[in-house]
């Protein structure tokens, strides 16, 4: 008993004092109000940056959309190109070259299509190299025509340039600078010269507004 009544005399109050309290409440208002001022300040710093650099954004934006727009331009002229070589180059392999090969099965002609000759100067076989030359005819053949995907395939005009342009350019431009004059009785050869280039017009159209009409379900 005696030892109660001194702790009691004795003891600490262990009950908060209200100034602790005080104390505590006023340091939790003070770091509140350090934690929304940072927040306002990094709010503010980010409008700033925002605002700043807003007109750099802007252009960068112009400047995407500007080359997104211009995008399908360029590649229209790449196709330009890249298209009428390759059509024209595989005219030459499937419907050139077929043509003759079909006159020879008919024994119309004596050499067939595929020749594997040596084609001077250029010691190339002389399928590819008639190959190479059809694909270069193929790109002013696209210009003069208006080939193009929205316009009407030209099927006439294509059959006309091919017998009558290629043939023409064979037999007086290309046979000459390798020694080759025209000479004698000129019809067998341009009548199957003609033939022959002509299916060429024709399978290169093909080719083309097959390459052409892919690209256009692609866009």
Do not use: Y
Not at 18 to 31: A, E, G, R, T
Not at 101 to 114: C, N, V
């Amino acid at each position: 008993m005696a030892f109660m009544k001194n702790s009691r005399q004795s003891g600490t109050d262990t009950t908060p004092k209200p100034q602790i309290v005080n104390d505590f409440s006023l340091l939790k208002f003070k770091l509140i109000r350090l934690i929304h001022s940072a927040e306002a300040k990094c709010i503010c710093h980010t409008d700033i940056m925002a605002h700043a650099f807003s007109p750099l954004s802007g252009a960068l934006h112009q400047q995407n959309s500007s080359m997104v727009q211009r995008m399908p331009f360029a590649l229209s002229d790449m196709q330009k190109i890249i298209l009428p070589l390759v059509s024209g180059f595989l005219a030459a392999l499937f419907f050139h070259d077929a043509t003759l090969a079909l006159l020879h099965t008919a024994r119309l002609i004596d050499p067939g299509g595929f020749s594997t000759e040596p084609f001077a100067p250029f010691e190339l076989p002389t399928f590819i190299a008639n190959a190479i030359w059809s694909a270069l005819w193929a790109i002013p053949m696209t210009w003069l025509l208006r080939i193009a995907p929205e316009r009407p395939a030209p099927w006439i005009p294509a059959f006309v340039f091919g017998g009558v342009v290629l043939t023409a350019a064979s037999v007086f431009i290309i046979d000459p600078l390798r020694g080759i004059w025209p000479s004698g009785n000129m019809l067998p050869k341009l009548f199957v010269g003609f033939a022959a280039n002509a299916m060429w017009g024709w399978g290169m159209l093909v080719f083309m507004r097959a390459f052409t009409a892919v690209e256009h379900d692609e866009d």
